[in-house]
């Protein structure tokens, strides 16, 4: 019998790649506070998280929204990719959109989110290994 690592870690993995490329772009926003013409950029979760939900559950069950504006994301605006465009409380004369406070806090929770992926990968393999062994 062997071991499907994908059916084992479930969207984690995932998870944590996401949240290491989201890192790089929240610190470029941050070491572009200054930048004039610098637009702050930001990857969506929910976007990846319902994409690998739909890879994961094909012909499942599918939800029926009654209209698509039901679960938009907030501050965001569309872009090339999954890059998203940040909307910026409050426009600055030199036209760059980070607001350093704003990307800090969402730096930190990014940290706190991957930690999170991070512990909980981690706990999956121990409990692999631990079946491995048949303990």
């Not at 479930?10 to 926003?29: D, M, P, T, Y």
């Not at 969506?44 to 319902?50: E, H, K, N």
């Not at 994961?56 to 569309?78: P, S, Y």
């Not at 704003?102 to 989110?113: C, I, S």
């Amino acid at each position: 019998m062997s071991i499907s690592f994908e059916n084992a870690l479930g969207i984690h993995e995932k998870a944590l790649s996401f949240r290491s490329q989201r890192s790089e772009v929240l610190a470029n926003n941050i070491a572009n506070a200054d930048t004039p013409n610098y637009k702050a950029r930001d990857l969506d979760f929910s976007s990846v998280l319902q994409a690998e939900t739909d890879k994961a559950n094909r012909g499942a069950f599918n939800l029926a929204v009654t209209n698509t504006k039901h679960i938009a994301a907030e501050g965001m605006q569309a872009g090339d990719g999954d890059l998203l465009y940040r909307i910026p409380f409050q426009p600055s004369l030199d036209q760059n959109t980070v607001d350093s406070q704003v990307e800090q806090a969402k730096y930190g929770e990014n940290t706190v989110q991957f930690q999170a992926s991070f512990t909980l990968l981690n706990s999956k393999f121990k409990g692999l290994v631990g079946a491995l062994r048949g303990e």
